[in-house]
C-alpha cells in the first residue's frame, strides 16, 4: 500500500472484501463522509455567529487525496516547511481559485521555538 497516502490506506484497511480499486474506492467514500462531518460540525458553530448578523458557510468543493506521501521534509522540521510545501502543490495544481484548502496531514510537527509537538494539525490556507 505504499502507493497510498497514509490516511487512505488507514481507511482501506476498514474494508477487507474486493480488490485494490474496490477497497479504495471504499476508502475515499469514508473519508469524505468523516469531512462532510466535520464540516457539519464547523457550520454548526458558524450559525452560532447568525444572530451577531454573521452568516458564514463552509462548502466542499472536491476532495484530493494524494496519490502517495510526499516525504519533501523531516518529521524534525517545523510545520512551515510543510505549509510551503502545499502552497506549492496548489499552485502547481492549478488550485489558486479557492477560498480556502485544508490541509490534513498524519506527521507530527513541532511549533518553532516549542517543544511541544502537535500531531495531525489541519491547516488553512487562504487563497489571495
Not at 77 to 82: L, Q
Request: glycine share 4%; with cysteine.
Amino acid at each position: 500500500m505504499t502507493a497510498l497516502a497514509t490516511i487512505l490506506c488507514r481507511y482501506m484497511l476498514e474494508q477487507t472484501v474486493g480488490d485494490s480499486a474496490t477497497r479504495k474506492s471504499y476508502a475515499m467514500n469514508s473519508l469524505e463522509a468523516d469531512i462532510d462531518y466535520f464540516m457539519t460540525e464547523i457550520n454548526e458553530l458558524f450559525a452560532s455567529l447568525q444572530p451577531k448578523g454573521l452568516n458564514i458557510r463552509i462548502l466542499k468543493k472536491r476532495l484530493d487525496a494524494l496519490g502517495s506521501n510526499i516525504n519533501l521534509f523531516s518529521a524534525f522540521d517545523p510545520s512551515w516547511v510543510a505549509l510551503k510545501a502545499f502552497h506549492d502543490w496548489l499552485g502547481r495544481n492549478f488550485l489558486s481559485s479557492y477560498d480556502a484548502a485544508i490541509l490534513y496531514t498524519e506527521h507530527d510537527f513541532r511549533r518553532p521555538g516549542k517543544k511541544q509537538w502537535y500531531s495531525n494539525e489541519i491547516r488553512i490556507s487562504v487563497s489571495a
